[in-house]
């Protein structure tokens, strides 16, 4: 199997080849599995899968039932192209061009923060805190790829969505996603820092949500290649202590939010106990820390304070 960790060796069709040299669905996942796992990527098998499904431009669970069949050699040319950009680490949403979130797929690719599952927290609380019945107004700092508050106009019909971020990308692909979940016409994106935006219309909230930047300037060079080394700096570092964003996201959101409305941020789960006192710092009552998916502290809320 050794010569088998070459991605070249991915073999040519010959019509008289014997019987182990063809190369099926099931050979190249096996390889491709391997490969992957020897270039240090965490889900081998769950990224061969996709890459392979991608490469055939058919749904991941078709491999399963072609499990035998023998892929054509322009599929798995393509495939070689494919495993040798995630062999570089290369993120596989920015190969496939594409990443699931709470159901969802959202189109992404360079200079685009990638959705990550720990932020489907954002949506979860967000829903057990609004009637999908009420007419609300949220707004998202940092829209990204559109993920949370397109997901949020999805999920709240009587919805209205303000989002801004400091990319021009990042606006140019959140709307791409907003036309393919047709939620366009009750969804604003505008290019802008924080609440800036809104603050020059006065615009009145129920909900502040964000995923901030908040990596610390000093974590950069320790992240994994795929975060470092393609991911947007802009979306990810937050100052020398990470917080520089939510320091001037949280007096915007104190002026804007109507009483008793509610800010949700997510952030690391060092950071949680310092987010808890610089909302309090600004007049936000009842901030509590939720866990993420995987049991870590993870989303900070605070609570603007009601009328009287």
């Not at 791409?176 to 366009?184: C, F, I, P």
């Not at 393609?230 to 979306?235: D, G, T, V």
Request: hydrophobic letters at 35%.
């Amino acid at each position: 199997m050794d010569r088998l960790r070459e991605v070249g060796d991915m073999g040519t069709d010959n019509q008289s080849a014997p019987v182990q040299d063809v190369w099926t669905v099931r050979r190249i996942l096996e390889w491709t599995t391997g490969f992957l796992r020897d270039k240090g990527v965490e889900s081998p098998r769950v990224e061969a899968e996709l890459l392979l499904a991608h490469a055939r431009q058919c749904q991941r669970i078709r491999l399963y039932t072609d499990f035998d069949e023998p892929v054509s050699e322009q599929q798995r040319t393509r495939m070689r192209e494919l495993v040798q950009r995630r062999a570089k680490r290369e993120p596989l949403a920015y190969i496939v061009g594409t990443r699931e979130f709470y159901g969802r797929s959202f189109v992404v690719g360079p200079g685009i923060l990638i959705p990550r599952p720990e932020t489907e927290k954002l949506i979860d609380l967000c829903l057990s805190r609004i009637s999908k019945e009420a007419h609300v107004r949220i707004a998202e700092v940092g829209a990204g790829s559109g993920c949370i508050s397109l997901t949020l106009a999805c999920q709240l019909p009587h919805s209205a969505v303000t989002a801004t971020d400091i990319s021009a990308k990042a606006i140019q692909t959140a709307s791409e996603n907003a036309s393919r979940l047709k939620v366009a016409d009750r969804v604003r994106l505008l290019h802008g820092d924080c609440l800036e935006p809104l603050l020059k219309e006065q615009s009145q909230l129920d909900v502040v949500v964000s995923n901030p930047p908040y990596i610390r300037d000093d974590e950069w060079e320790t992240l994994q290649p795929e975060v470092g080394g393609h991911e947007p700096r802009e979306a990810l570092l937050g100052g020398p202590d990470g917080l520089d964003i939510v320091r001037r996201l949280v007096p915007q959101a104190a002026s804007l939010l109507k009483p008793g409305g509610f800010i949700l941020l997510e952030v690391d789960p060092a950071q949680c106990p310092s987010v808890c006192t610089i909302l309090e710092a600004h007049g936000f009552l009842n901030c509590r820390v939720h866990k993420d998916l995987s049991g870590n502290d993870r989303v900070v809320e605070g609570t603007w304070p009601a009328a009287g």
